[in-house]
């Protein structure tokens, strides 16, 4: 029963991300048509790398709340999880990795704690990075809510918050803590991860002749990416994303390019967040296999 459950939850997930290249496929092409490919294949290597980041982000703070994780498994349960964006609702990346890591002894309120954790830690650092790379006086706006997320992060208040949630759903709290070096290994890979994102963005933009370098990339994408994560009811911040891509990138591209640079953009994280999936549950499978011998 299970198994049939996750196959459908899978391929309604793969349906979703499908809908979304099919309903975007004639601007998509015309986008890729001013790419090299060569700068196709380094903006996927690096949507790749930044998808890591973000698995060993969510791998930190499950360790650090009592659960660690080997590598392969960790990958498996975040990433097929994480094609749940695709499908409407917010829940479906949480439910899938907390059935997932139920198998693998990972209780499901650590796994809830650490993927909802993931939502602050990000928009913490993308603000930060957006703030560095950008420069204040565009988007001061964005020291506001740092203080907020900054507070926030302290695991004395997560783990007060989290306590509190639990006892008003009648669960039993977490037997370990968060801790503050398990929050700033955390924020290292998070950091990590938006340089990757910004990679990915600045050589689909620089083919299509956009005068920004990379820290200009590294921030524009960082800013798109936390609108689209403060935008709950759409799947993966989809439209929210690209329309503020385009109101970023105008200072540096005419609103054709940037509306292709973001389609462009959208087509190469779905197809890193397949290829991970992919990857990470053959790599998976293949080591059950091995053991089973």
Known sequence: MKKAVRLGFLLVALGFGAWVVAKQWDAVLAGFARLTWPMVAGSLVSVVAALLAAMLTWRTLLADLGSPLRLRPAARVFFVGQLGKYIPGAVWPVLAQM???????????????????????????????????????????????????????????????????????????????????????????????????????????????????????????ALTWCLGIMTFVVPAGAGVREAAMVAVMSPVLDRGSALALALCSRMVIILGDLVCAAIAGAAAKSAMDRNSV
Do not use: C
């Open 99 to 221: 059935e997932m890591g139920k198998d693998l002894g990972v209780p499901r309120a650590r796994s809830a704690a650490a993927f909802f954790l993931m939502m602050p830690i990000q928009l913490a650092t993308g603000l930060l990075v957006t703030l560095v790379t950008l420069g204040w006086d565009r988007f001061g706006w964005a020291l506001l809510l740092i203080p907020v997320l900054a507070v926030l992060l302290e695991p004395k208040v997560i783990n007060s918050l989290i306590g509190f949630g639990l006892r008003k759903l009648k669960r039993e709290p977490l037997e370990r803590p968060l801790t503050r070096r398990g929050m700033l290994i955390a924020l290292a890979w998070s950091v990590a991860g938006w340089t990757a994102y910004g990679a990915h963005l600045y050589l689909l933009a620089a083919d299509m002749g956009a005068s920004g370098g990379l820290l200009f990339s590294v921030g524009a994408f």
